[in-house]
C-alpha cells in the first residue's frame, strides 16, 4: 500500500504521515528532508540556494541515508529548500530515490509536495493535509517555542505564506492536491482528530476496494 500526503507547510501532514505509518506498519519517508539536505549542502559550499549548478550537483550526490534530520530543521534551510526545490533537474535527481523508496514492501507513505501528483501518481490512497494559514502560524510558533526558540508570530505567519506560494507557483510539480486526492482539513482539528479523519478516509477507500 503506498499513502500519499501532500499538503503546505506546518498543516500536520507530518505528523499524520508519521502516525500512520506507526499504525499500518508502513515505511515513512518525510520527503521535505531530500530538499532541506540538497539545501544544506549548497550553503555549507558557500553557495546561495539559487546556484542552480550547485544545487543540481548537491541532488545528485545526495546520501539520503546519512541525513542528520535536526540540522535541516532551521529557519535558513527551510527558506533555502523551497528556493532549490523549484529547480527542475534538483527534483528530477531526487525522484528515483523517492520512487524506489515507495516499492519498498509492505508499503509506505510519502509526504510532501508533489507525491500524489508526480511521485506516485498511483497511490492507493492520497491525503491533501492543508489549514488556515493563520492556524499554521501558531502552530509553528508552538513548535518553535516547544524547542526553546524565540518566534513572532507575524514574521512566521509572513515566512509561511512566502514558501507557499514559491511552492504553489513554481513550475516544476507545483504544490497542489491531486485531482483524486482527499481534502483533509485540519484548522479546527487537533492532531488526534486529524489522524481519526485520515484513519477514517483511509478505512472508507480500502473498504471501497474490497466491494469493489
Ligand atoms: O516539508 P518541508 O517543509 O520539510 O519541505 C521543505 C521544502 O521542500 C518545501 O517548502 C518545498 O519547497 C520542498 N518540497 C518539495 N517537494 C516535496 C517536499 C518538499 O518541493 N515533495
Not at 520527503?31 to 532541506?36: A, D, Q, S, W
Not at 545526495?62 to 527534483?91: G, H, N, Y
Amino acid at each position: 500500500m503506498i499513502i500519499a500526503i501532500d499538503g503546505p507547510a506546518a498543516s500536520g501532514k507530518g505528523t499524520i504521515a508519521r502516525r500512520l505509518a506507526h499504525k499500518y506498519g508502513l515505511h515513512h519517508l518525510d520527503t521535505g528532508l531530500l530538499y532541506r539536505a540538497v539545501a544544506k549542502a549548497v550553503l555549507d559550499a558557500g553557495f546561495p540556494p539559487d546556484d542552480i549548478g550547485q544545487a543540481i550537483a548537491a541532488a545528485a550526490a545526495l546520501d539520503p541515508e546519512k541525513f542528520d534530520e535536526s540540522a535541516l530543521k532551521t529557519q535558513q534551510i527551510t527558506e533555502a529548500a523551497s528556493v532549490v526545490a523549484a529547480i527542475p533537474q534538483v527534483r528530477a535527481a531526487l525522484m528515483n530515490y523517492q520512487r524506489a523508496f515507495a516499492q519498498k514492501p509492505p508499503g509506505v507513505v510519502l509526504d510532501g509536495r508533489d507525491i500524489g501528483t508526480v511521485i506516485a501518481p498511483a497511490a492507493e490512497v492520497k491525503l491533501f493535509v492543508f489549514a488556515s494559514p493563520q492556524v499554521r502560524a501558531k502552530r509553528r510558533v508552538a513548535e518553535l517555542k516547544a524547542r526553546g526558540e524565540e518566534a513572532d508570530e507575524q514574521a512566521v505567519l509572513a515566512d509561511l505564506v512566502r514558501r507557499d506560494e514559491r511552492d504553489s507557483r513554481r513550475a516544476a510539480a507545483p504544490l497542489m492536491p491531486a485531482p483524486d486526492a482527499h481534502l483533509l482539513d485540519t484548522t479546527h482539528l487537533d492532531i488526534d482528530a486529524a489522524l481519526r479523519a485520515a484513519v477514517a478516509i483511509i478505512e472508507a477507500v480500502r473498504t471501497g476496494r474490497k466491494r469493489g
